[in-house]
């Protein structure tokens, strides 16, 4: 298998690049191993750590508070010599904090970010989806990921914000792609400069002409007893809307458009009943999660999983994909099933107190995209010189391309 390429300490895995392109397998291995293991992720700030690989123990420290995300940002600064760019202003949000913090930003963006603002924004979404389609006329190949599924969830954040679409490309970090350009996945210190700059610059605005969005109702989100956000926990918020809005439902889309065209079986039931569509997505979401690993955490004291004690102070990988696989849950798991009763079990968006308050944003997404693909293109598939290629990152599972033929 390619998963291991050299061992550094007793009991100590070295992933291999090629890695990326067969995670389950590694995965697999590791769980049917039992317990957690240690490894260290290829990339150019690799992170020694324990990685999680069952459900239950997946599902158990996602909500264990002694894992910690506050503790966990500050040291993977300083693990990787982080020494410049915008820091608080745009990483001081819900997805880096603990309790008592953690729940007085929960607590106040939950009351801005509501199901029903969701709810309001699917005739937009449906707009969007046919006017990306609609530039297609008259052609018969497509790029999916950078024509369709990078495009989609940017203009859904935008009007999410109340913001121009004519600025699209400054809030654009996923820069995965086979031509030599940024292919981790991650947000340069010029970027997210960038996307601070422009944030702050909107905030005025909304500040200045308030509206119905969502910045405008961060301002004036408050609860009883408590202080309104500050500057930097608006774009902090603003800033985790945009990367994890839009990474993730980038590679939920691609994901689930290759997965369907590889099982010709599934795609047919599907199209046959679209009433299945909702179950689909949480198959999906299962089978191919958008993000292979939780957010990093690392143990703010001993942490005992079965016979393995998690060090104070060692960083702790919870593995989504290995989780979402797990035979002791899903039966015959590695079988990509529609009709899987009991797949919206997946920890794709996470467990407990970190679970993505974004979840069902881009489950809508996902539903309205793959409805009109599937329903304006009744020949759509893959093209046939087609090889799926991955991003190199261990915490986003999404391929580099997904060049697709329309009839």
Known sequence: MPEIETSAAPGMRTLAPEFFDHPHATYRAWREGGGPRQARYPG??????????????????????RLSKNGAVQRFGHHVGLTQGPGSALFSHMLNTDPPHHTRLRKL????????????????????????????????DVELISEFALPLPLAVVFDLFGASDADHETLQVRGNTLDG?????????????????YLRALLALKREEPD????????????????????????????????????TTVNLIANGIHTLLTHPDQLALLRADMTLMPGAVEELLRYESPSALASLRYAAEPVE?????????????????????????????????????????????????????????????????FTQLLSRYPGLRLSEDHEPRWQANPRHRGLLALPLRLT
Not at 219 to 237: P, Q
């Open 212 to 247: 119905d969005g969502l910045l405008s109702a961060l301002v004036e989100a408050r609860a009883e007893g408590e202080e309104a956000l500050s500057e930097d926990e608006i774009t902090s918020m603003a800033f985790l809307l945009v990367i994890a809005g839009h990474q």
């Open 181 to 197: 350009g940024q292919g981790d996945g991650e947000v340069s210190v010029f970027t997210a400069d960038s996307m601070l700059g």
């Open 305 to 369: 999983v079965g016979e393995v004690t998690l060090g104070k102070g060692e960083f702790v990988h919870i593995s989504l994909l290995g989780a979402n696989r797990d035979p002791r849950v899903f039966a015959e798991p590695d079988r990509f099933d529609i009709s899987r009763e009991n797949a919206a079990k997946h920890l794709a968006f996470g467990h407990g107190i970190h679970h993505c308050l974004g979840a069902p944003l881009a489950r809508l997404q996902a539903e309205i995209a």
């Open 44 to 65: 150019p700030a690799p992170v020694e750590g324990w990685v999680v690989t069952s459900y239950a123990d997946a599902k158990e420290l996602l909500a264990d508070q």
């Open 109 to 140: 963006v939950q009351k801005a970010f509501t199901q029903r603002r969701t709810a309001t924004l699917r005739p937009a979404i449906e707009t969007h989806v046919a006017r990306l389609m609609d530039a297609w006329e008259g052609r018969d």
